[in-house]
């Protein structure tokens, strides 16, 4: 028996969502991941800032060159650095679980889409339209929460590579 118009967009916005929350599993395991890693470098590069500004006496109290002291800064200064952009991967990096609601958002507009058209390559070029709006907003956003993510550790790990070299001259000499 045929399929009603109506009928046939339902079906349509139906596997559009299944196919939105195949994508979502298939990625979550890798957004889970990357927001964990941020999560240690804010807990990290917090701790390191605090204990840096505890023992700040203690580090001005040791007998180093001044390009050891300017290390040191520089070292606490991408300890900053890590943090601030950490913490704003973490902001950023909440848009990518959206991928179902977005999806779910524009099940309307697809339903009423698929009924207004005229013929299947109006119906796709207009689908294209809501699916690519759709999923722009969180594409861009995992792109930039990657970005983030890798100047943040690389950072982290620049300011703990001076700490280690400071420290190993200190017990060396």
């Given at each position: 028996?045929?399929?009603?118009?109506?009928?046939?967009?339902?079906?349509?916005?139906?596997?559009?969502?299944?196919?939105?929350a195949?994508?979502?599993?298939i990625?979550?395991?890798?957004?889970?991941?990357?927001?964990?890693v941020?999560?240690?470098?804010?807990?990290?590069?917090?701790?390191?800032?605090?204990?840096?500004?505890?023992?700040?006496?203690?580090?001005r109290?040791?007998?180093?060159s001044?390009?050891?002291?300017y290390?040191?800064?520089?070292?606490?200064?991408?300890?900053?650095?890590?943090?601030?952009?950490?913490?704003?991967a973490?902001?950023?990096?909440?848009?990518?679980?959206?991928?179902?609601?977005?999806?779910?958002?524009?099940?309307?507009?697809?339903?009423?889409?698929?009924?207004?058209?005229?013929?299947?390559?109006?119906?796709?070029d207009?689908?294209l339209?809501?699916?690519?709006?759709?999923?722009?907003?969180?594409?861009?956003?995992?792109?930039?929460?990657?970005?983030?993510?890798h100047?943040?550790?690389?950072?982290?790990?620049?300011?703990?590579?001076i700490?280690?070299?400071?420290?190993?001259?200190?017990?060396?000499?």
């Amino acid at each position: 028996m045929p399929k009603t118009k109506e009928e046939a967009a339902k079906e349509i916005t139906d596997k559009l969502q299944d196919a939105s929350a195949y994508l979502y599993k298939i990625y979550q395991p890798q957004w889970d991941a990357r927001g964990d890693v941020l999560k240690t470098i804010v807990l990290l590069s917090s701790g390191s800032i605090v204990l840096s500004v505890t023992f700040s006496s203690s580090l001005r109290g040791l007998h180093l060159s001044a390009i050891w002291r300017y290390l040191i800064l520089l070292s606490f200064a991408a300890l900053v650095v890590s943090l601030i952009l950490a913490v704003v991967a973490l902001w950023t990096g909440t848009r990518v679980y959206e991928l179902q609601s977005g999806t779910f958002d524009t099940r309307k507009e697809i339903h009423q889409t698929f009924i207004d058209s005229t013929s299947y390559d109006d119906f796709m070029d207009k689908f294209l339209v809501i699916q690519n709006r759709a999923n722009k907003r969180i594409a861009d956003s995992d792109n930039l929460t990657t970005k983030l993510f890798h100047v943040s550790l690389g950072s982290f790990c620049f300011a703990l590579a001076i700490l280690a070299t400071v420290g190993a001259k200190q017990f060396l000499y």
